[in-house]
């Protein structure tokens, strides 16, 4: 079995290690849901039933949308309150508010008992990242591995993250690994400012070098490691 090494006379049988948590983080003040242009619910979320605190998924579920507003103020889908509803694209902006640590699951075929996606909800800025020809609000997803100064994928060490907001959002990057040569990248040293922010990563020569992408103590931190 591959899965199996055996070194004079010792077997080793390693264990793949646990699968990463799949993270939304969500401000306090919630997501913006655009009807026109601006943020909508981005990849993974195209559609189906978003629910919190539930496992499985109801067998072919009658639930409504959360009710709309008729005196034109802000329409609120508060998870507190209501705990599943459909993922909708309306012709008015939709501010979904999440408790902080929420475990959420979206179910998208009616007598399918599994959700789609499982994932759980953090306090943290709204963003959105555009990589790999998608854009999702599941901003910590990408990630990037180098070998001799390729990458595993074409594309994989380029991303836009997207602030919806008026403020910045600390940005700050960690370097790991051995010493050697680092990472190459067009970042300015600003925080990211309302709008989008490209980067471009050049992975160095090092025989490995990984990227990916956190939230630590109030910050966007982009980790650039290689290993000699």
């Known amino acids: 079995s591959m899965s199996v090494l055996t070194l004079n006379n010792d077997t080793f049988a390693p264990i793949s290690p646990p ?20 943020p909508t619910w981005g990849a993974l979320l195209s559609h189906g039933v978003l629910s919190k605190d539930l496992d499985h998924c109801p067998i072919d579920a009658s639930i409504s949308t959360p009710a709309r507003p008729q005196d034109g103020s802000a329409w609120i889908w508060d998870m ?4 599943s509803g459909p993922l ?26 599994y959700p789609a996606l499982s994932f759980t ?3 943290g800025p709204e963003l959105l990242i555009s990589w790999m020809n998608t854009t999702t609000r599941f901003w910590t997803t ?8 390729t990458v595993l994928n074409t594309g994989m060490n380029t991303f836009t993250l997207h602030n919806p907001s008026n403020t910045s959002i600390p940005f700050r990057l960690d370097r790991g690994g051995s010493f050697g040569e680092d990472w190459g990248h067009n970042w300015d040293g600003q925080a990211l400012a309302p709008g989008d922010t490209l980067f471009d990563l050049t992975p160095p020569s090092a025989p490995l070098a990984t990227m990916w992408l956190t939230y630590e103590s109030g910050s966007v931190v982009l980790h650039l490691s290689s290993y000699q």
């Open 19 to 38: 699968r990463r948590t799949t993270v939304a983080h969500v401000p306090e003040g919630g997501w913006t849901i655009y009807a026109d242009d601006g």
């Open 88 to 113: 909708i694209q309306a012709d008015q902006n939709l501010t979904l508010l999440v408790p902080d640590g929420a475990n959420l699951t979206l179910c998208k075929e009616a007598f399918n008992p």
């Open 80 to 83: 507190d309150v209501r705990t």
């Open 121 to 123: 909800a953090v306090e």
């Open 142 to 149: 990408p990630w990037a591995v180098a070998t001799g100064g």
